[in-house]
């Protein structure tokens, strides 16, 4: 998905290239429905707003049935035109995703819905948003149950990391690179910063920091081989997690990251109060904040790619 810090502001990095219009015309126009490229996929968009920046034209493009918070600058390298021609070509991407027909597709280790912008689909939709999707076929094995949505424990990921999400994708896509493991610092070193972050703050230990960060470290080391993973990373993963060894212990805030996109839906299955489950939301957020906060120390700003990536050539495959 692209590059280092994502908020609604044209300077994310989707710079055209030689193919921009001419700096006197734009290819789209405001109000205009389209289609948009966002990480492995195409999905239905609307042009918000088209302004011409240093000889460049940028879009603030509308995702359908998507939560406005994803509405976002892009250049127009990202955007097709809404012809049948380019409708095929959305349709043979999420055929190759793997993409189960009768859902809308999800987004990719970050991913917008294909389409409807009617009330109830947009609420449908915004738990995809949340989830980075609705489930795969290919996701733990199955396809689960639709969850309800009044189940779903919303988790806002700030700006800045769905766009780190975004980079996160193109390294091992577009790049054909790795992120170059064991990482430092680890999941577990990030988990007990903020626990320090947190005492210094609050003047003691509170019992239930210390249970979510528990919970954190448990859901990432079972998710991580399972839906965490792109099938360029697992071989990677074979290689490196040898025994006993935690995921937690040698993998980083790249794919941690990850886990919070997946969480809405893993902790759909569990039993919570609503006065719980917004305790939980306060909770989860802040450390999204802290991770946010450390950004430019937690990940790395470059993948690695000494190594051939697993699947090259192939494909991009979750």
């Not at 074979?238 to 997946?262: C, M, N, W």
Request: with cysteine; net charge positive; proline share 4%.
């Amino acid at each position: 998905m692209a590059n280092s810090s994502r908020d609604d502001s044209p300077t994310d990095g989707d710079t055209s290239s030689g193919d921009a219009p001419p700096s006197n015309s734009s290819l789209y126009s405001e109000g205009e429905k389209i289609l948009a490229y966002h990480g492995p996929r195409i999905y239905e968009a609307k042009v918000q707003k088209a302004e011409l920046r240093k000889n460049e034209w940028r879009y603030f493009v509308h995702y359908l049935g998507w939560n406005k918070n994803w509405d976002e600058w892009v250049g127009g390298d990202r955007l097709l035109k809404n012809t049948e021609d380019n409708i095929m070509k959305q349709q043979a991407l999420d055929k190759k995703q793997g993409v189960d027909k009768n859902t809308k597709s999800g987004r990719s280790a970050q991913t917008k819905p294909k389409s409807s912008s009617d009330a109830k689909a947009e609420k449908e939709d915004h738990k995809n948003n949340v989830t980075k999707g609705k489930k795969r076929k290919n996701d733990l094995g199955a396809e689960k149950d639709t969850v309800s949505l009044e189940k779903l424990v919303k988790i806002q990921i700030p700006p800045t990391l769905r766009k780190q999400l975004v980079d996160d994708w193109e390294f091992i896509f577009q790049q054909d690179k790795l992120v170059k493991l064991p990482r430092s610092p680890t999941v577990d070193d990030i988990l007990q910063k903020y626990l320090d972050y947190r005492t210094k703050k609050d003047g003691k230990v509170t019992d239930p920091v210390g249970e979510v960060l528990k919970g954190i470290r448990c859901y990432f080391d079972k998710a991580l081989p399972v839906m965490l993973l792109y099938k360029k990373e697992r071989k990677q993963y074979q290689e490196t997690v040898l025994g006993d060894v935690s995921p937690s212990t040698i993998y980083g805030a790249e794919h941690l990251l990850r886990l919070f996109v997946k969480l809405p839906e893993l902790l759909a299955y569990v039993n919570i109060e609503e006065e719980t489950q917004t305790r939980l939301q306060q909770k989860l957020l802040d450390f999204l904040k802290f991770l946010q906060k450390n950004q430019s120390t937690f990940f790395l700003s470059a993948y690695d790619g000494s190594k051939s990536v697993e699947g090259k050539g192939k494909g991009k495959h979750d």
